[in-house]
C-alpha cells in the first residue's frame, strides 16, 4: 500500500468510525502511538486487530476515489493473466482483471502512486486502468499463473552436440546459463505453480513426454523432441549429484529450488527403460501441510478413535495405504498432536520429508549401514518416548518396533495394505506372534486421497442410481427421523445429514476452470480408524484373516473408507465419482 497523505489518513479514520467498522477507542490509541512513535497507521491498526488488510484497503480506495476490487476468491483464465507477464506482475504488484475496449484493466496495491502506474503502463506498452486491491488479493492472483514453458520449447531448438559441447567445456556455465537449465526451471516451476506432487519425464522412441501428477491425477504437460533427451537428464544429474555417465543402473538422489518465496525439495528416482531414461520428480513442499487432524480430513468416530489412541503411553499405531496415500502426513499430524516439551519424540525416516521444530528426525542411509532395523536399535538407547519409524519393510523392523511398544514406547508406523484389517495379517506374515500383536497395537488407520471439489460449484440432485448408491454404503449410518439428526451428526462428525429414507440428496459438483480442472482443488483423505477392542484382539490371536478381522470392526462401530467417502460427498467434500475411483477395491 501507498504511503497515505495526512488528509487521506483522517478522512480514512472518521470513515472508520462513522461506518461501525473498528472500535473508536482502539483507533484513536493506534492512531496516537502512529503520531507519537511515527509509525504508518495502516500497519498498525492491522498489527493491533482494530480492522482487517481487506476493509483497509477498500475504504483506502473509496477515499482516493479509485476503484475498488477484491481478488481473494478470483479464478482469471490463463489468456488474461497472459496480458501481463509474470516477471512484470511479481515486480510490480500489478495484475491483469480484464481487456475492455482495448484499454487493461490493472489491480495494484500502489494504485494512488502515479509514477508506479506510469511504470507500468511503459513496461506493458498499452493504456490502462487502474484499481486498488489489497496485498491478499494481489498474492492469490500471482498464485494463479502458470509457469512460462517458452523456454523449454526453445531449449528444444538446441541440438543435442551443441548442449554436451557446452557441458564439457564448462559445467558452471551450464549450470546458470545454459537453455536446458532454463527449460527444466520451467518445468519445475509450473509443477509448483500447479501444486503437482510428481513429475515424470517419460522417452517414448520419437518424443519425451513431460507429465504432471495435480491431486493425484497424471496429466499430460507437453511433449519435446527426442533430441533435448540426453541434456535434460544429464542437467537433472548434475543437480542431484549422481553419475551423469551410467545409464545401466537405476540411481536415487534429491536437491531444492525455490519457487517465489516457497522451498521445495524435490527426490529424484531415475530408471533405464527401453526408450532411454525415465525420471520421476517428487515435490514436497514444505509450506504445503498445517498437519492439522481436522483439516485433513479426520472426522467423528474416526479421529476420536486416534485421539484415544495416542493417549496411551506405550503401544502402535500404525497407518496403511498405497503408496501416494498420505500415510506420511498422517504420521507427522500425529506428532504434531502429542509434541510436547515433556517427552522425546526420535524419527528414523527415508527420506525426512517435513522437518519439526522440537522433534529428532533420523535420515537413513543405506549406503552407510543406517537401516531402519540398525537405526531402530540405535534410538531406543537414546531414551525415546516416542518412536517413529518411517516404514515396516521387512522382519527384523517389525521385530524391533514390537520389542519396543512392549517396553513402554508408543511406536508410530506405516505399512503397505489395502486397508487397516490388512496390517494385522501382514504382521502375522512377518513372523510376529500374534500374541505379541493383540497385546502392542493400539489403533490402525486404513486410508486414500480424493480430490476435493474446487471452490466454484453448484448444488445438483442425485440421480435415482446415486441415490441407491449413497443408501448401500451409508445408509444405516443416517438418521432415520428428524430428530435423531443432531446426535447422529455430531457422533459421525459430519454436520446436518440428510434423512436415510430421502428419495434424493442434494450433492456438490465443482465447475471446471483452468485453476480447477475437472471441477477439483486440493485433496483431503477418507479413511477407516480401527480401535484394536478384544473382541479383535482375540481374532489376531487365532490368526483371522482380513476380512474377519474387518467385519468384526465394522460391528464395533468402525466407519469404512468407503462410507467415510461418502458421508464427504453428502457434506460437499468430493464426489461419488471420486469415492468409487479410490476405494474400488474395498466393496460396499
Given at each position: 500500500m501507498a504511503l497515505l497523505t495526512r488528509d487521506i489518513e483522517d478522512k480514512l479514520v472518521s470513515l472508520l468510525i462513522d461506518e461501525g467498522l473498528a472500535d473508536k477507542k482502539a483507533l484513536e490509541a493506534a492512531v496516537a502511538e502512529s503520531t507519537k512513535n511515527g509509525q504508518p497507521l495502516f500497519s498498525l491498526l492491522i498489527n493491533k486487530g482494530v480492522t482487517d488488510n481487506e476493509t483497509l484497503t477498500h475504504i483506502t480506495a473509496y477515499v482516493s476515489g479509485v476503484p475498488y476490487v477484491n481478488l481473494t476468491k478470483s479464478n482469471l483464465d490463463q489468456n488474461v493473466l497472459d496480458l501481463i507477464p509474470f516477471d512484470i506482475a511479481q515486480r510490480t504488484m500489478s495484475v491483469p482483471i480484464a481487456e475492455v475496449q482495448n484499454r487493461l484493466a490493472v489491480a495494484m496495491i500502489d494504485a494512488t502512486n502515479i509514477q508506479a502506474v506510469d511504470y507500468l503502463t511503459s513496461l506493458i506498452k498499452r493504456p490502462i486502468r487502474v484499481f486498488m486491491a489489497s496485498q491478499e488479493s494481489v498474492s492469490h492472483v500471482l498464485d494463479e499463473y502458470k509457469a512460462d514453458l517458452s523456454s523449454v520449447d526453445q531449449a528444444a531448438e538446441i541440438t543435442v552436440e551443441e548442449e554436451q559441447a557446452q557441458e564439457n567445456r564448462d559445467v558452471k556455465t551450464i549450470v546458470q546459463d545454459s537453455p536446458i537449465s532454463k527449460a527444466l526451471t520451467a518445468i519445475l516451476e509450473y509443477a509448483v505453480r500447479a501444486k503437482a506432487s510428481d513429475i515424470h519425464i517419460e522417452p517414448l522412441e520419437k518424443a519425451l513426454k513431460i507429465r504432471a501428477r495435480v491431486d493425484g491425477v497424471l496429466r499430460e504437460v507437453m511433449q519435446l523432441p527426442k533430441s533435448i533427451e540426453p541434456a535434460l537428464i544429464s542437467r537433472i544429474k548434475i543437480m542431484s549429484n549422481l553419475k551423469i555417465d551410467e545409464h545401466r543402473i537405476p540411481q536415487d538422489g534429491e536437491f531444492v529450488v525455490k519457487v517465489g518465496d516457497k522451498e521445495v525439495d524435490l527426490r529424484i528416482a531415475i530408471s533405464p527403460v527401453i526408450w532411454g531414461e525415465q525420471v520421476v520428480i517428487r515435490l514436497l513442499d514444505k509450506s504445503g501441510s498445517s498437519f492439522d487432524l481436522e483439516d485433513m480430513g479426520y472426522a467423528g468416530r474416526s479421529l476420536r478413535a486416534i485421539r484415544n489412541g495416542i493417549k496411551r503411553p506405550n503401544g502402535m499405531i500404525l497407518t496403511?495405504?498405497?503408496?501416494?496415500?498420505?500415510?506420511?502426513?498422517?504420521?507427522?499430524?500425529?506428532?504434531?498432536?502429542?509434541?510436547?516439551?515433556?517427552?522425546?519424540?526420535?524419527?528414523?525416516?527415508?527420506?525426512?520429508?517435513?522437518?519439526?521444530?522440537?522433534?529428532?528426525?533420523?535420515?537413513?542411509?543405506?549406503?552407510?549401514?543406517?537401516?531402519?532395523?540398525?537405526?531402530?536399535?540405535?534410538?531406543?538407547?537414546?531414551?525415546?518416548?516416542?518412536?517413529?519409524?518411517?516404514?515396516?519393510?521387512?522382519?527384523?523392523?517389525?521385530?524391533?518396533?514390537?520389542?519396543?511398544?512392549?517396553?513402554?514406547?508408543?511406536?508410530?508406523?506405516?505399512?503397505?495394505?489395502?486397508?487397516?484389517?490388512?496390517?494385522?495379517?501382514?504382521?502375522?506374515?512377518?513372523?510376529?506372534?500374534?500374541?505379541?500383536?493383540?497385546?502392542?497395537?493400539?489403533?490402525?488407520?486404513?486410508?486414500?486421497?480424493?480430490?476435493?471439489?474446487?471452490?466454484?460449484?453448484?448444488?445438483?440432485?442425485?440421480?435415482?442410481?446415486?441415490?441407491?448408491?449413497?443408501?448401500?454404503?451409508?445408509?444405516?449410518?443416517?438418521?432415520?427421523?428428524?430428530?435423531?439428526?443432531?446426535?447422529?451428526?455430531?457422533?459421525?462428525?459430519?454436520?446436518?445429514?440428510?434423512?436415510?429414507?430421502?428419495?434424493?440428496?442434494?450433492?456438490?459438483?465443482?465447475?471446471?476452470?483452468?485453476?480447477?480442472?475437472?471441477?477439483?482443488?486440493?485433496?483431503?483423505?477418507?479413511?477407516?480408524?480401527?480401535?484394536?477392542?478384544?473382541?479383535?484382539?482375540?481374532?489376531?490371536?487365532?490368526?483371522?484373516?482380513?476380512?474377519?478381522?474387518?467385519?468384526?470392526?465394522?460391528?464395533?462401530?468402525?466407519?469404512?473408507?468407503?462410507?467415510?467417502?461418502?458421508?464427504?460427498?453428502?457434506?460437499?467434500?468430493?464426489?461419488?465419482?471420486?469415492?468409487?475411483?479410490?476405494?474400488?477395491?474395498?466393496?460396499?
Open positions: 496403511s495405504g498405497p503408496t501416494g496415500s498420505g500415510k506420511s502426513t498422517s504420521l507427522y499430524a500425529l506428532v504434531k498432536e502429542i509434541k510436547d516439551e515433556s517427552i522425546n519424540i526420535i524419527t528414523l525416516e527415508d527420506p525426512v520429508e517435513y522437518k519439526m521444530d522440537g522433534v529428532n528426525q533420523i535420515q537413513v542411509n543405506e549406503d552407510a549401514g543406517l537401516t531402519f532395523a540398525s537405526g531402530l536399535r540405535s534410538i531406543l538407547r537414546l531414551d525415546p518416548d516416542v518412536v517413529l519409524v518411517g516404514e515396516i519393510r521387512d522382519k527384523e523392523t517389525a521385530a524391533l518396533a514390537v520389542q519396543a511398544a512392549l517396553t513402554g514406547h508408543l511406536v508410530l508406523s506405516t505399512l503397505h495394505t489395502n486397508s487397516a484389517a490388512g496390517i494385522l495379517p501382514r504382521l502375522l506374515d512377518m513372523d510376529i506372534e500374534p500374541f505379541l500383536l493383540a497385546s502392542t497395537i493400539n489403533t490402525v488407520i486404513g486410508q486414500r486421497l480424493v480430490r476435493r471439489i474446487g471452490e466454484r460449484r453448484e448444488a445438483v440432485d442425485s440421480t435415482p442410481l446415486e441415490t441407491e448408491e449413497v443408501k448401500k454404503a451409508i445408509g444405516g449410518l443416517l438418521p432415520k427421523t428428524a430428530a435423531d439428526v443432531p446426535a447422529v451428526s455430531e457422533d459421525l462428525g459430519y454436520k446436518d445429514l440428510p434423512l436415510a429414507t430421502q428419495n434424493a440428496y442434494t450433492l456438490v459438483r465443482g465447475i471446471e476452470t483452468p485453476q480447477q480442472p475437472g471441477g477439483y482443488k486440493g485433496r483431503a483423505g477418507v479413511y477407516e480408524v480401527m480401535d484394536i477392542n478384544e473382541t479383535i484382539q482375540k481374532l489376531i490371536v487365532a490368526r483371522a484373516t482380513s476380512s474377519e478381522i474387518q467385519k468384526a470392526a465394522v460391528e464395533s462401530g468402525m466407519i469404512t473408507m468407503r462410507q467415510d467417502g461418502f458421508l464427504k460427498v453428502l457434506n460437499g467434500v468430493t464426489t461419488i465419482e471420486e469415492v468409487n475411483r479410490v476405494t474400488a477395491d474395498m466393496g460396499s
